[in-house]
């Protein structure tokens, strides 16, 4: 019976290799995940800075064009992200339509969440402010993710 017993189950010594072995592969696939993880965010937040930027740009050239009013001294770009989403009067046409620029206004993927407003999560640049200290100021000409984390290329996310 002894004899029958051994050959159906599994001794001590094979289980905890069989254990050393998933564990070999679960510290193996944890740091995988975790990269993969912050790699989508970076993804994210790459699209995230393409897209706004190009509504700020599509912003400045509706100024230029004269679709926008602008008053004596203002550089062309929005007041504020809000602006992007909720639209401004298009000056060109006859029902003074609105101009919008973005559908909706993406977050910063590396802020933490919480109840912020997807506007509030960015780091913003006026016109004015040098581009090596970026400031805030009475437009938005540019922004920048407020992380102090470095990303994979090593690069600061704020630097972006």
């Known amino acids: 019976m002894s004899i029958r ?11 905890m290799i069989t254990l050393a072995i998933m564990a070999v592969l679960v510290m193996v696939a944890v740091p995988m995940a975790q990269v993969a993880v912050q790699r989508q965010k970076e993804h994210e937040l790459r699209a995230a800075l393409s897209e706004i930027r190009e509504a700020l740009d599509a912003y400045k050239r509706a100024s230029d064009q004269g679709r926008i009013t602008l008053k004596l001294g203002e550089s062309g770009y929005p007041k504020s992200l809000d602006m992007l ?28 969440g919480g109840n912020m407003k997807a506007s509030e999560t960015w780091g913003l640049r006026s016109y004015l402010s040098p581009p090596d200290e970026p400031s805030e100021g009475e437009d938005v000409f540019d922004i920048y993710s407020k992380s102090e984390k470095l990303g994979l290329n090593g690069v600061a996310y704020r630097k972006w």
Request: hydrophobic share 35%; no cysteine; glycine share 8%.
């Open 5 to 15: 017993n051994r050959l159906l189950g599994f001794t001590f010594i094979e289980l």
């Open 85 to 112: 989403v909720d639209g401004v009067d298009d000056e060109r046409s006859p029902g003074k339509q609105k101009l919008y620029f973005l559908r909706r206004l993406p977050p910063d993927p590396m802020e933490a």
